[in-house]
């Protein structure tokens, strides 16, 4: 089983300030998702990248996938407390219509 | 429309007990798929099916079973519950691919295995 790993694991931070997460693999995905997921709640597709070097933009959130298709991050401008949640990457085995998770990133935005 | 609806919400069990958790989906979607969340541990995929009468396993499918009857229902059974299935269990659905197409999840049942 292909692995994602996430850092970090637990982020805090005021409102208005800058973030990134990552989601690191030493295997090639064929694309990769990111989720965010609030407490009680099942994850919520945001974005899916499936190009290397691609990025994609989503208001404030800044989604990018590496050029070798092995690492992607997520970038926040201007962090607000609506942001606050869990923030899972995915990626599929190669053609396998099968995901893998990464363990997530748990944001705190505070006011 | 409903979207993914899951039943229980919550549930206590005893070890060795039997049940079934049911997911429905009224999107006519064709894959759909099974994952538990423990904490610190993300989604792991238990099982998944691309259509009606097809199931496959996924990552974690010791001790569940899964089956695909209809389009719209693929429950997720229990046969003997151990304190180690005590989880979070997420049931997903997608038109096509999880690649090509949104994948939906449900709201989770919450199990307790005493």
């Known amino acids: 089983t292909q692995l994602l790993e996430q850092s970090p694991q637990f982020l805090s931070i005021q409102e208005g300030e800058n973030l990134t997460v990552y989601c690191n693999s030493s295997?090639?995905?064929?694309?990769l998702q990111w989720y965010r997921q609030e407490p009680g709640e099942g994850p919520v597709l945001l974005v899916t990248?499936?190009?290397?070097?691609e990025v994609k933009k989503l208001k404030r959130l800044t989604f990018q996938f590496g050029d070798a298709r092995k690492d992607s991050s997520l970038h926040i401008t201007a962090a607000q407390p609506g942001d606050t949640g869990l923030y899972l990457c995915?990626?599929?085995?190669?053609?396998?219509?099968?995901?893998?998770f990464g363990k997530g990133t748990k944001l705190t935005v505070n006011p | 429309n409903a979207g993914v609806t899951q039943t229980p919400k919550f549930q206590v069990l005893k070890t060795g007990q039997s049940m079934t958790l049911q997911c429905a989906q009224d999107?006519?979607?064709?894959?759909m798929s099974w994952y538990r969340q423990d904490p610190g541990m993300g989604l792991r995929l238990i099982h998944y099916?691309?259509?009606?009468?097809?199931?496959d396993q996924g990552e974690v499918p010791n001790g569940y079973n899964v089956s695909r009857s209809t389009t719209e229902d693929f429950p997720l059974r229990l046969l003997s519950a151990a304190p180690s299935q005590t989880s979070v269990y997420f049931c997903?659905?997608?038109?096509?691919?999880?690649?090509?197409?949104?994948?939906?999840f449900g709201p989770g049942t919450r199990l307790t295995v005493l």
């Open positions: 997903a659905s997608s038109r096509t691919g999880i690649l090509t197409d949104t994948q939906y």
């Open positions: 295997s090639v995905f064929s694309s």
């Open positions: 990248v499936v190009t290397g070097g």
């Open positions: 995915a990626g599929e085995e190669g053609g396998s219509e099968k995901l893998v």
């Open positions: 999107m006519n979607h064709e894959y």
């Open positions: 099916s691309v259509g009606a009468g097809i199931t």
